[in-house]
């Protein structure tokens, strides 16, 4: 105790590191601050400028064709869900496969890692080369057109990353023993994988899933060439009306947003309306992912 | 050696050597292992004795950039051999493993997955399959009321035997343990010791052990491996009172390892 009472130059530097500490703690809990009152910024501000345009109407009935004098997003909420269903029922399977080969099959080398290393590069593309190259590569060589579809393969390209690498991490952490054990009875790969290794894993790729959507509803740039602006409800009588909508234009709400915010004036409010929409939407699909992920937890 | 031959061998392995890439892990090793019989491998950590017990079944196949090399006659036939089915090899030499392995599934379907890997689909003859696997665990009158409950809510040593099930319910003739107890307390240690005496009678056993008593207390043979070699094989009783090596000698009587 007397050597530290009386060591006068030790106590000066704890000082000094106190200080320094104190400092760094504040600075810590300003950026954190910062960072939770951006987002509270936003989304109040979005909502009160969007309340305004925000009626039972607006979000049940498709826009009726400009100028006339009906603002409503029912259309492209449809056609939203459209992309969210078309596009994960193509990149679903072809991520997951893709995935499952990446950690299963390949042989662990170069190959791999040039792959691992292009789904990468993949996922920081900006999203407007994806619909500039949609749209010459699914409109034009493919005659799709301007449509869901084509929009919606667009979209697949660009959220296969997403999926690959989350599914492929939930793969790698099912113990290894599992595999010995299958592999220990007699089990070949595939049987292996499908009984074990998927089962184990579906979190993961749930999670990838659903993050997915949330790219997906948020995207915009990529549709404006490829899925183009229409807002009308498809015209549906039979069944088959239900799949050829998918060859129809339809802008998703981000699309729609872009255009209301382009015309501007009148229309401005009904832009941050359609954008609390979206942010309802976004904030559904995080809580989603949050009790999923934890629901799974549980089990295990 | 002369007094092994006149009993029934079931597994024969000439001059095993195996790598892994530039690592020479085991060095020609020869043994012959005997039906009906609990064939312990023991030495210190990395000798090569689990790396052995791989090669019988071909577990060692799944290690990436591993060379194998001599002969594993399992009833006269070369399991290396080209077209040996590696499924059908395995449904005849089981494995219990180091740590209890359980899937993340119900107990039934633990025990039926080797069956269903085998093709038997009908729900009657699984039933029975899975009755009878644990019973013949010892492990059907702690499970009997909660077949369908996940198996990784039982204990350490429950799992252990519930993996022993899981590997007798595709009827093998071999059935490799490796460090079957190495995880376990001391009274679940002693069940499946019990219960591995209990095995021999239909089953050939070979076991890797760390714990020298064990070795004693349950084998009827045993092979002495130290840095990829066989040093010395002979009925346990022998080894354990009069061993013929030196460095044998020096480890049972603790002097390393």
Known sequence: MKALQTNNASNLKIKQHRFVEILLKIFIWVCALLTVSFVVGIIIYILVKGIEGMSWNFISTPAAAYPVENYGILGNIVNTLYLIVITLVIATPIGVGAAIYLTEYAKQGRLTKIIEFTTETLSGIPSIIYGLFGSVFFYSVFKLNYSILAGSLTLAIMILPIIIRTTQESIKTVPIMYREGAMGLGATRWYMIRTVILPCSIEGILTSVILSIGRIVGESAALIFTAGLAYNLPNITGIGDIFKKAMDQGASLTVQLYQYAARGGEEMKYAFSTALVLVIVVLIINVLTKIIARGFKKVK | ?257
Not at chain 2, 90 to 116: C, E, H, L, T
Not at chain 2, 174 to 188: C, F, G, K, R, Y
Not at chain 2, 238 to 244: A, D, L, V
Request: glycine share 8%; charged share 25%.
């Open chain 2, 1 to 257: 050696m002369a007094e092994l031959n006149n009993s029934d061998i079931k597994i024969v392995t000439k001059d095993v050597n195996l790598f892994y890439g530039d690592n020479h892990a085991l060095k020609d090793v020869t043994l012959d292992i005997l039906s009906n019989k609990i064939t312990a491998f023991i030495g210190p950590s990395g000798c090569g004795k689990s790396t052995y017990l791989k090669t019988l079944n071909r577990m060692n196949d799944i290690v990436p950039n591993v060379k194998i090399s001599g002969k594993v006659l399992l009833d006269g036939e070369d399991i290396y051999e080209n077209g040996v089915n590696v499924t059908y090899l395995r449904k005849k030499i089981g494995m219990v493993f180091q740590k209890p392995n359980p899937f993340p599934m119900s107990i039934y379907d633990n025990v039926a997955y080797g069956p269903r890997v085998h093709g038997i689909k009908s729900k009657a003859r699984l039933d029975e399959i899975v009755e009878n696997s644990l019973k013949g665990a010892a492990i059907w009158e702690e499970t009997k009321d909660r077949l369908k409950q996940n198996a990784l809510g039982l204990s350490g040593g429950q799992q252990q035997r519930l993996c022993i099930a899981r590997a007798i319910a595709v009827e093998p003739e071999v059935i490799l343990m490796d460090e079957p107890t190495s995880a376990l307390d001391p009274i679940s240690t002693l069940k499946i010791e019990e219960l591995m005496s209990q095995l021999k009678e239909k089953y050939t056993v070979a076991i890797v052990t760390h714990n020298m008593q064990q070795a004693a207390r349950i084998s009827d043979y045993t092979a002495f491996f130290l840095v990829g070699e066989m040093i010395e094989y002979g009925e346990t009783q022998q080894i354990f009172s009069r061993p013929k090596n030196k460095k044998t000698e020096e480890y049972i009587t603790g002097r390393f390892g």
